[in-house]
C-alpha cells in the first residue's frame, strides 16, 4: 500500500481502492479498508472473479471493482466501535440495494430480472410500512415474516412467488453478513411455503398436427426453433444460447456448454435423422461458427436474442393459430418429443441420456409426470 493511494470516504474513513492482481495461480481484488477496532487500515482480499476467458474475468473484475470502490467510498469498515458504529450503518434500503447490486454481478441475465423485481417490491412493502430508515442492522426475523405475510396479504401474490422472493432476501442478507454489515441473516431457517406442483402439458397429437403446419407455413423460424427442443430435448434457453459451432453433424451431436445449461454440466445431445434432416436444410455453413443458431430475429447472427423474446412468439403464434390456452408453452414441445419418443419405443436409458438426468429414478418421476409408466396391468384389466 503507497501512501498516495489512500482516499477518504464521504463520512471520514480511510481506504484504499480495489486493484486486479492477475497471479499465476489465481485471480483476486486487493483493496484496503479501515478497521474500527484495529484503528488502522486492513488488506482484504476478494478472489470470486467468475469468467472462462481473460476478457470475461476481466470484465468482470471491472465491474467488481467498481462496487467495491463505492462501497467504500461510501463509507464501508469492518470491525467494531461503540462510538462509531452509528457512522457506518446503512438504512435497510440502501443496504438491499447494494446487496442487489453485488448478486447480481454473480448471477445471469434471467437471476439479474428476478433480483430487479424482487428490489421493486421490497421497495414498495418498506415505503408502505415506513421502513425505509430502519438501520439494517435492527432487521429482524419479525421484518422478514411482515414482508413475506405483506406479499400474501396484500400483494395477494401466489405461495411459489413468496418463496422466489424469500430466496432473493435470503441471498441479499447473505451477502450483508460475507461483507460484515450485519451479523445474523434474520431469514435464515424461514420455511417456504408449500406448493403445488406444475403440470407437464404436452400437445395432443392433434394439436400439435395442428401447430406444426401453421408454424411452416407462417413461421418457418419458430418452426425450426421448436425441433431441437422436440427432437433434442433441449431447454429453451439451452436452444437460445446455442452456437453453430457447437452442432456436429458429421458425429450426429449437439454439445451443450457448461455455462449453457441447467445443471452446469457439458454433455452432448444426440441429433436423430430427423433434425439430422432440418439441420442440414438450414446451411448453418454458410455462417461463421461463432453465430447463434437463433440469433437476431431468429436467424443466424453474431448477437443472441433476449430469452423473452423466443417465449413471445411464440405464444403469440399460439394465440394467432387458436390454441393458446395459457398451458402450453416452449417446454410443451419437450413434453411432447418425450411422449413421442416413448410411444416410439425408445428405451428409458436413453431418454435419460437425451434428457441429461442425473438417474434413472430423475428420468422415471419425470416420464410419470407425463402420465407415462403407468402398469398395464390397470390399464388392461377388470374389476
Same mark, same amino acid.
Given at each position: ?8 470516504s ?36 476478494f478472489?470470486?472473479? !467468475? ?5 470475461? +474475468?476481466?470484465?468482470a473484475?471491472?465491474? *467488481? +471493482? ?10 464501508? %469498515? ?18 438491499i ?9 454473480e448471477?445471469?441475465?434471467r ?23 430502519? !438501520?439494517?442492522?435492527?432487521?429482524? $426475523? ?22 422466489n ?6 441471498? /441479499? ?13 434474520? /431469514? ?30 407462417? @413461421? ?19 436452444? /437460445? ?20 445449461? +441447467?445443471?452446469?454440466?457439458?454433455? !452432448?445431445?444426440?441429433?436423430? !435423422? ?5 439441420i ?8 461463421? %461458427? ?13 448477437? @443472441? ?15 394467432? /393459430?387458436? *390454441?393458446?390456452?395459457?398451458?402450453? %408453452? ?9 411422449? $413421442? ?40 384389466? @377388470?374389476?
Open positions: 500500500m503507497r501512501e498516495k493511494d489512500v482516499r477518504l464521504k463520512i471520514g474513513f480511510k481506504y484504499v481502492p480495489a486493484r486486479l492482481v492477475e497471479s499465476k495461480n489465481k485471480w483476486y481484488l486487493s483493496y484496503w479498508v479501515w478497521d474500527l477496532t484495529k484503528g488502522k487500515l486492513i488488506e482484504k482480499k478472489y470470486k472473479i !467468475p469468467g472462462k476467458t481473460l476478457r470475461e +474475468k476481466r470484465q473484475a471491472r465491474q *467488481l +471493482k467498481r462496487q467495491l470502490d463505492t462501497l467504500l467510498e461510501d463509507g464501508y %469498515t469492518i470491525g467494531e466501535t461503540s462510538q462509531n458504529v452509528s457512522k457506518r450503518v446503512s438504512s435497510l434500503i440502501e443496504a440495494e447494494q446487496a442487489v447490486m453485488i448478486k447480481s454481478q448471477t445471469g441475465d437471476s439479474k430480472q428476478a433480483y430487479r423485481s424482487f428490489l421493486n417490491i421490497f421497495n414498495t412493502w418498506a415505503f408502505a410500512k415506513n421502513r425505509q430508515n430502519l !438501520p439494517i442492522t435492527s432487521f429482524s $426475523r419479525s421484518h422478514v415474516l411482515e414482508f413475506l405475510d405483506w406479499l400474501l396479504r396484500e400483494r395477494q401474490v401466489k405461495p411459489k412467488t413468496r418463496n422472493y424469500k430466496i432473493c432476501l435470503n441471498a /441479499c442478507l447473505n451477502a450483508l453478513v460475507n461483507r460484515e454489515i450485519i451479523e445474523k441473516n434474520p /431469514c435464515a431457517r424461514i420455511k417456504d411455503l408449500k406448493v403445488v406442483g406444475t403440470r407437464h402439458i404436452p400437445f395432443s397429437r392433434e394439436e400439435q398436427k395442428e401447430f406444426e403446419t401453421f408454424l411452416q407455413r407462417q @413461421e418457418p423460424e419458430l418452426y425450426l426453433y421448436t425441433r431441437f427442443i422436440y427432437f433434442g430435448f433441449m431447454r429453451p434457453v439451452e436452444v /437460445c444460447r446455442m452456437q453453430i459451432g457447437h452442432i456436429d453433424l458429421q458425429s450426429k451431436v449437439i454439445l451443450i456448454r457448461a455455462e449453457n445449461s +441447467k445443471n452446469k454440466r457439458q454433455m !452432448p445431445v444426440v441429433i436423430n !435423422p430427423q433434425l439430422a434432416k432440418i442440414e436444410g438450414m446451411n448453418l455453413n454458410r455462417f461463421p %461458427t461463432n453465430y447463434h443458431v437463433f440469433g437476431k430475429k431468429f436467424l443466424p447472427s453474431p448477437g @443472441e436474442e433476449h430469452r423473452n423474446r423466443y417465449s413471445e412468439r411464440h405464444a403469440q403464434a399460439l394465440k394467432d /393459430c387458436g *390454441l393458446y390456452n395459457g398451458e402450453l %408453452t416452449l417446454y410443451s414441445w419437450k413434453h411432447t418429443g418425450n411422449i $413421442r419418443a416413448y410411444d416410439a419405443g425408445v428405451d428409458i436409458y436413453s431418454l435419460m441420456s437425451q434428457n441429461r438426468h442425473s438417474n434413472l429414478q430423475e428420468t422415471e418421476n419425470y416420464l410419470r409426470g407425463l402420465g407415462l409408466r403407468i402398469s398395464k396391468e390397470l390399464k388392461e384389466k @377388470e374389476w
